[in-house]
T-cell receptor, first 113, second 114 residues
Framework: GDSVTQMEGPVTLSEEAFLTINCTYT??????LFWYVQYPGEGLQLLLK?????DKGSNKGFEATYRKETTSFHLEKGSVQVSDSAVYFC????????????FGTGTRLKVLA | DGGITQSPKYLFRKEGQNVTLSCEQN?????MYWYRQDPGQGLRLIYY???????QKGDIAEGYSVSREKKESFPLTVTSAQKNPTAFYLC?????????????FGDGTRLSIL
């Protein structure tokens, strides 16, 4: 069935370090892919999205490329800040018969000053 | 600005009591969703509705009920049958059928047992 797998957290980095959070997916049809961010005590906010293979989504210095050949959508940022500390969720949506929206389990990022 | 409003932000339930969580959206979205989030966990789908007067069970519907009488409103009732209701509840909405549309989320309601 359709699924999203994220790397286990927490991920702890020093400020200005390079960030990668891995996300792989399994889906029938042609999914759209999303990254969301959740700050403590808040709902999820859309960070970026990509709707077809080889698309690159980007926002606030974060990037992710839709790789169909490896079924991946890894989140990257070149230089993290303390304010990036949050939980990051990878998600997919697909319409293949029925409409599905599936979230990964989330990866907690902690950035130290 | 358009968005999703959840209320209250914090809610306490006594044993044997039903409580209702409010979710209102002014984004003109057809579909609305309720998720449960436990500490350190991902999101689990409780119920969803793709159109007024229609809704479907998600993965963990037992002990919960919903209604969808208006497009903009999708309240969730946590009944006394839900034995472990302490969690963070998130409401979301989007336009279904177009798979490139993200879900928009409210700020959540945190439910605790007294």
């Amino acid at each position: 069935g359709d699924s999203v797998t994220q790397m286990e957290g927490p991920v702890t980095l020093s400020e200005e370090a390079f960030l990668t959070i891995n996300c792989t997916y399994t889906a029938t049809g042609y999914p759209s892919l999303f990254w969301y961010v959740q700050y403590p005590g808040e709902g999820l906010q859309l960070l970026l999205k990509a709707t077809k293979a080889d698309d690159k989504g980007s926002n606030k210095g974060f990037e992710a490329t839709y790789r169909k050949e490896t079924t991946s959508f890894h989140l990257e940022k070149g230089s993290v800040q303390v304010s990036d500390s949050a939980v990051y969720f990878c998600a997919l949506s697909v319409t293949s018969g029925t409409y599905k929206y599936i979230f990964g389990t989330g990866t907690r990022l902690k950035v130290l000053a | 600005d358009g968005g999703i409003t959840q209320s209250p932000k914090y809610l306490f339930r006594k044993e044997g009591q039903n409580v209702t969580l409010s979710c209102e959206q002014n984004l003109n979205h057809d579909a609305m969703y309720w998720y449960r989030q436990d500490p350190g966990q991902g999101l689990r789908l409780i119920y969803y509705s793709q159109i007024v007067n229609d809704f479907q069970k998600g993965d963990i519907a037992e002990g919960y009920s919903v209604s969808r009488e208006k497009k903009e409103s999708f309240p969730l009732t946590v009944t006394s049958a839900q034995k472990n209701p302490t969690a963070f509840y998130l409401c979301a909405s989007n336009t279904p059928g177009w798979s490139n549309q993200p879900q928009h989320f409210g700020d959540g309601t945190r439910l605790s047992i007294l």
